[in-house]
């Protein structure tokens, strides 16, 4: 139990606020970092470290909430994470992803959980999946002010139709798909593009040919900027990494030896230890401990 507030008073943010005008304005200049998080402790680590975009992910329903596939996640449930998420950001672009089935069965019910992010968690704009099928969608979101991140190629929550997590984009004609669904997505007005596991070369000629910041995750190094899932840079995810995946800490480790630790101390009697405990004043003290003499002394 904790005596002090997750809400106490934080310092201002040292850099202005990043928004969809600034992480366009990166393209070509400057590499824009993205990371996921899920709840307030490490959304606030993640802004404090500096990076441009927060991306709440519908890769939560495993990291997190321990699904097989994103496909569980709620629309409910994704709105509480983002909430979570918005309270403790205060310079990154709070980015909410669409879970599935929030957008896929029809235009109005797809804008209608939209603005609920918008309004109800405070995200500042979400991602939806899909190149040509879903521009009519994003033209619609764009009416209605939201801002629209793309996310092409490797594609989650077509998993079943894809036969799996399988690299997109190793043919030419799937490579012109990927091209035409790129350019699709840019006329339509998304503000960026996420390309998920497709070849770096593939990626590369993307990234050149669209006027709008490209987001790799197992793409390679030519877009414009990455994303990880926080929880897989971090060794957090109890499962063999993808290819892409870069571990930068042994968190399951670390946390791992402090609850081990924690274990032998309180069964060996060393925590609390005296210094950790609260104490009576001393005339109170000693007060109790002449009441509890009287009452020892009755008994006898």
Not at 14 to 27: A, D, G, L, Y
Not at 72 to 78: L, P, Q, R, Y
Not at 184 to 201: H, M, N, T
């Amino acid at each position: 139990m904790s005596f002090t507030s997750s809400h106490e008073q934080q310092e201002s943010p040292s850099r202005p606020k990043v928004t969809i005008q600034s992480i366009q304005q990166k393209k070509g200049k400057q590499r824009i970092t993205c990371l996921t998080a899920y709840d307030y402790p490490t959304a606030r680590l993640v802004d404090e470290a500096g990076i441009d975009m927060i991306l709440v992910g519908d890769s939560l329903s495993m990291v997190v909430l321990g699904q097989e596939n994103t496909l569980a996640i709620t629309v409910d449930e994704m709105l509480h994470h983002t909430r979570a998420v918005r309270r403790a950001v205060h310079s990154g672009l709070v980015i909410a992803d669409m879970p599935y089935g929030s957008y896929q069965l029809g235009a109005e019910e797809a804008l209608h959980n939209a603005a609920r992010f918008i309004k109800e968690s405070g995200a500042e704009a979400v991602k939806i999946e899909g190149g040509e099928k879903r521009v009519g969608l994003i033209s619609r979101l764009r009416d209605a002010e939201i801002p629209v991140m793309g996310h092409i190629g490797l594609t989650p929550q077509s998993l079943l139709l894809m036969g799996g997590y399988k690299v997109q984009g190793r043919n030419l004609t799937d490579v012109e798909q990927l091209m035409r669904d790129a350019l699709a997505l840019e006329r339509a007005g998304v503000f960026c593009i996420v390309l998920e596991g497709i070849p770096r070369e593939v990626a590369a000629m993307i990234t050149a040919e669209v006027h709008v910041p490209t987001i790799g995750i197992g793409a390679g190094p030519e877009c414009d900027g990455q994303v990880l899932v926080l929880h897989d840079m971090l060794n957090l995810t109890f499962a063999p990494p993808a290819k892409f995946v870069r571990h930068y800490a042994d968190v399951a480790g670390v946390i791992r030896h402090a609850l081990e630790s924690y274990k032998v101390d309180v069964e060996s009697g060393t925590f609390p230890s005296d210094g950790e405990s609260y104490h009576l004043p001393g005339e109170i003290r000693l007060a109790l401990e002449s009441i509890c003499e009287r009452k020892r002394a009755l008994r006898k």
